[in-house]
């Protein structure tokens, strides 16, 4: 088995780098992976803030469009949308000579970005916590005993600034990804280290609840019916292989008036259940279905989405693709689960 409990990193070890590269650097860009979710945008906006407030000249982009549920952070605005403003990004790309990706350790991640990072002559760096890291920067920074790449940007530039560098959106942006990415503290690689950071953002006079609200309470009545209508007519649960998935057509997410990020979230609902330890949530997109999977305990959701569904992420949390229609998937689906269950003496 490959996977095991991830090694806590010496980041020691990078930190004189990376601020030399900071240093050294006229021009910063720095890059979230392609449907940037709170941690991909929190960690990108926290070292903004941080450079910024250095004096470095930096920039943003993101390689697709924001979901709504983060429109609210502050410097949101400052990030470029490469498929909305190709030319611009391009030149971004082209003028950059440190390129900083957070949140992903696949190249594919840069979406239609990627061809021009990786034909650009800036110096790249990965900053990430996601298991078995690609080879496409010149510094990869991997560690995913960190529960978020927030977690991980606020402990390198504590060492590089040789003190916390607290200011409130720095705060707000770490808080942000710390929280959605464990989902409130319930899953991830959370540990003492993320309470003690979180106790000190808080600290800063960040409105924790308003963070909340604007985070978890901030969807249309479309999106609570959506969840009710998954649930109730599109859970399948499977007790012999302790699994259970939902499928949701693009008639289903018409029919409920669906927007980007709706369906955030409900791969975990069915984890809820007793017995059920393995969760795949499929979406209908145009041309392709999207995958998203959750586990509790030790079966590698990423092993198996990297193995059937050109895909990965963490142990107990990773998605993956597959070109076909939804109803193959779902049977390709339950050919590879009985499949690969069997492998595991521990099954999920
Ligand atoms: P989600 O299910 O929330 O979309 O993604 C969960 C995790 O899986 C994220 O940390 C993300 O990095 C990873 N992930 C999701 N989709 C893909 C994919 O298509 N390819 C890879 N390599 N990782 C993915
Ligand atoms: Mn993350």
């Not at 350790?105 to 996601?130: C, M, P, Y």
């Not at 997410?253 to 609902?269: A, P, R």
Request: net charge negative.
């Amino acid at each position: 088995m490959k996977n095991s409990v991830a090694k806590v990193i010496d980041l020691s070890k990078y930190t004189k780098e990376l601020s030399n590269l900071f240093s050294s650097s006229k021009n910063i860009l720095l890059i979230c992976h392609i449907n940037p979710d709170g941690d991909a945008i929190g960690s990108q906006l926290a070292l903004y803030q941080f450079l910024k407030a250095k004096g470095n000249n930096v920039s943003m982009l993101s390689p697709n469009f924001l979901q709504e549920f983060l429109l609210w952070m502050e410097g949101i605005d400052d990030i470029t949308i490469f498929i909305k403003d190709r030319k611009k990004s391009r030149k971004m790309i082209e003028e950059a000579d440190l390129i900083v990706m957070l949140d992903f350790n696949q190249s594919n991640r840069l979406g239609e970005a990627e061809d021009f990072v990786k034909a650009s002559h800036a110096k790249r760096v990965i900053i990430d916590h996601h298991l078995d890291p690609g080879t496409f920067a010149e510094l990869t920074i991997s560690d995913p005993s960190k529960c978020s790449t927030c977690e991980l940007i606020h402990e390198l530039l504590c060492i590089i600034n040789g003190a916390q560098f607290l200011n409130r959106p720095y705060s707000e942006a770490l808080y942000v990804g710390i929280i959605t990415d464990t989902g409130n503290f319930e899953h991830g690689a959370y540990s003492s280290r993320t309470f003690r950071i979180v106790a000190d953002l808080l600290e800063t006079g960040i409105d924790k609840v308003k963070i909340l609200n604007l985070i978890y309470n901030n969807f249309s009545a479309g999106r609570l019916r959506l969840e009710g209508f998954a649930l109730n007519k599109r859970m399948v649960v499977l007790p012999e292989y302790k699994t259970a998935y939902i499928y949701l057509s693009k008639d289903d997410l018409k029919e409920y008036n669906y927007v980007k990020g709706d369906t955030e979230g409900f791969v975990n609902l069915p984890l809820s259940i007793k017995g059920i330890y393995f969760t795949a949530l499929f979406i209908e997109k145009d041309n392709f279905i999207k995958l998203s999977f959750r586990s509790i305990g030790s079966f590698p959701t990423n092993e198996f989405a990297s193995q059937y569904f050109s895909g990965g992420g963490h142990l107990n949390a990773s998605g993956g693709e597959y070109s076909d229609t939804l109803s193959n998937t779902i049977e390709y689906f339950l050919k590879a689960l009985k499949e690969y269950i069997w492998r595991f003496e521990d099954k999920p």
